[in-house]
């Protein structure tokens, strides 16, 4: 499963890259006006090309129009901003035909705020680079985020569907152990939680027990 960060907070992404194992960004509406302020469009476009320059891989960067055409003109603008650049547009009806327009001209796609495995259906088939269904959003409303992960897998594999299942609105490690084992194809990650994954009490503590052990020889080695 690859694993994307989702922040555009620069500080984050050049952390999580510097351990070696990030594949990709999300970023969202809501993120960026956190990070870029006062929030132009020129800023906007500054900061998603400092993302890309910053990691070798996809950077998903979300439209902010709500019809058809005006998307794929946006979602273009977008796409010039860098080869790395992944137009995320909506799971609404003109999303779904932003994303036929912008994949029929060769532009990666990340249907967002997928909530059913029906909008998940409906982007694959308007030929989405990504489909993002939310699961923490899901859990949120007592509803089985991870069942629609399972669900769109499922679908995906049954029709040898070529869409990556995008695991969005990850809250904590016990969901991206449940994304690996469902078969997402990556799953998109806040850096809190990326941090947890490192983490566990029983490493601390042998950790600890290893080094008070190994203090002569430590001392040893820190002289030679
Ligand atoms: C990613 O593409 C989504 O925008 C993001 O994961 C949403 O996460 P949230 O529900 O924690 O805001």
Redesign the pocket.
Same mark, same amino acid.
């Given at each position: 499963m690859q694993f994307f960060i989702?922040t555009a907070n620069l500080d984050e992404i050049r952390e999580a890259q510097s351990l070696g194992v990030l594949d990709g960004v999300?970023?969202?509406p809501?993120?960026i006006a956190k990070e870029v302020k006062p929030l132009t469009y020129e800023a906007f476009r500054d900061h998603i090309k400092k993302i890309c320059e910053m990691v070798h891989g996809p950077v $998903?960067a979300?439209v902010t129009t709500l019809k058809a055409n005006e998307m794929i003109v946006e979602g273009e603008a977008l796409a010039e901003i860098h080869e790395n650049v992944v137009v995320?547009c909506p799971l609404t009806v003109d999303g779904i035909k932003a994303i036929k327009a912008l994949s029929a001209k060769g532009i990666r796609t990340?249907a967002?705020l997928i909530f059913s495995p029906n909008q998940a259906l409906l982007a694959a088939k308007a030929g989405a680079t990504y489909v $993002?269904p939310?699961v923490?959003?899901l859990d949120d409303v007592s509803t089985d985020g991870m069942l629609l992960i399972e669900q769109i897998v499922t679908i995906f594999r049954n029709f040898e569907i070529p869409t990556q299942v995008?695991a969005?609105?990850?809250?904590h490690p016990v969901h991206v152990v449940e994304c690996s084992l469902l078969g997402a194809d990556v799953a998109?990650i806040?850096f809190k939680v990326i941090e947890q994954l490192a983490k566990h009490p029983l490493t601390d503590i042998g950790l600890q027990k290893f080094m008070d052990d190994a203090k002569a020889l430590r001392e040893k080695v820190v002289k030679a």
């Open positions: 989702d999300t970023t969202n809501s993120l $998903s979300e995320k990340n967002t $993002s939310f923490g959003r995008l969005a609105s990850i809250r998109t806040p």
